[in-house]
C-alpha cells in the first residue's frame, strides 16, 4: 500500500530533550516536507526536501532540523525541544516539487513538551 | 508574498443542501491551488486541484471547486451535502520561491464543515 508513515504517534517529553520523528514513505517521490498543525493557524511548513540531500527551510524552521540522506527517509529533529513545539506534526510526500504536485500526508505525531 | 484565507472558521448546512467553503489567494505568478480535508485523527487528504484549463474542477466524493481569476478565489462546492462531509478543509496555495526550483507551500488556516441530518 503507498502510504507515508510516522513516528511516534504520540510523544511526551520535556524541555530540552533531543527527539527525532522519522517519516518514511514508499512511493519513490522526489519532496518531502514536514509541517505543523496549530489551532487557527493551519498548517505551517517547518522544512523541505527537493530531493536526497537537499533541503530548504520553510515558514517555521526555528528550532527544528531535517536530513535527507535516502530518498524514503525525512526525519525531523529537535534538538532541545520547547513548549511552544507542543504541536501535532505532519510529514508529506509529492512525486515532485513543482507547483501542480498533490501532497500525500502521514498520519501525523502528537507532540506535547512540558 | 502568497497567503491564502479561508474566511469562515465553520460551515454549517443540512444533509442534502448545497455545501460551499470559501478559499481567496494571492500569489505573485500563476496559482496552483489545492483542497485538502481532514478527518478526526487523521492525515490530510487530497480532495482536488486547479492547475490551468477549465475553471471549474472536479475531484473526490462528490466535491468541484471554481476558480475565478478576477476574484482571486477557489471555493469549494458540493450540490448535496452528506454527514460523512463533515471535517477540516483546508485550501493551500503553491508558488515557486524566488531563487529555487522547489515550491514552497501555503495552506489557510481550516474550515470545519458539520452537516447535519
Known amino acids: 500500500e503507498a502510504q507515508v508513515t510516522q513516528n511516534p504517534r504520540y510523544l511526551i517529553t520535556v524541555t530540552g530533550k533531543k527527539l527525532t520523528v522519522t517519516c518514511s514513505q514508499n512511493m519513490n517521490h522526489e519532496y518531502m516536507s514536514w509541517y505543523r498543525q496549530d489551532p487557527g493557524l493551519g498548517l505551517r511548513q517547518i522544512y523541505y526536501?527537493?530531493?536526497?540531500?537537499?533541503?530548504d527551510k520553510g515558514d517555521v524552521p526555528e528550532g527544528y532540523k531535517v536530513s535527507r540522506k535516502e530518498k524514503r527517509n525525512f526525519p525531523l529533529i529537535l534538538e532541545s525541544p520547547s513548549p511552544n513545539q507542543t504541536s501535532l506534526y505532519f510529514c508529506?510526500?509529492?512525486?515532485?516539487?513543482?507547483?501542480?504536485?498533490?501532497?500525500?500526508f502521514g498520519p501525523g505525531t502528537r507532540l506535547t513538551v512540558t | 508574498a502568497q497567503s491564502v484565507a479561508q474566511p469562515e472558521d465553520q460551515v454549517n448546512v443540512a444533509e442534502g443542501n448545497p455545501l460551499t467553503v470559501k478559499c481567496t489567494y494571492s500569489?505573485?505568478?500563476?496559482?496552483?491551488l489545492f483542497w485538502y480535508v481532514q478527518y478526526p485523527n487523521r492525515g490530510l487528504q487530497f480532495l482536488l486541484k486547479?492547475?490551468?484549463?477549465?475553471?471549474l474542477v472536479k475531484g473526490s466524493y462528490g466535491f468541484e471547486a471554481e476558480f475565478n481569476k478576477s476574484q482571486t478565489s477557489f471555493h469549494l462546492k458540493k450540490p448535496s451535502a452528506l454527514v460523512s462531509d463533515s471535517a477540516l478543509y483546508f485550501c493551500a496555495v503553491r508558488d515557486f520561491g524566488l531563487g529555487s526550483s522547489a515550491s514552497k507551500i501555503i495552506f489557510g488556516s481550516g474550515t470545519r464543515l458539520s452537516i447535519r441530518p
Open positions: 526536501s527537493m530531493n536526497v540531500e537537499v533541503t
Open positions: 486547479y492547475i490551468t484549463g477549465d475553471n
Open positions: 508529506a510526500s509529492s512525486l515532485g516539487g513543482g507547483a501542480g504536485y498533490e501532497q500525500y
Open positions: 500569489v505573485s505568478g500563476n496559482p496552483y
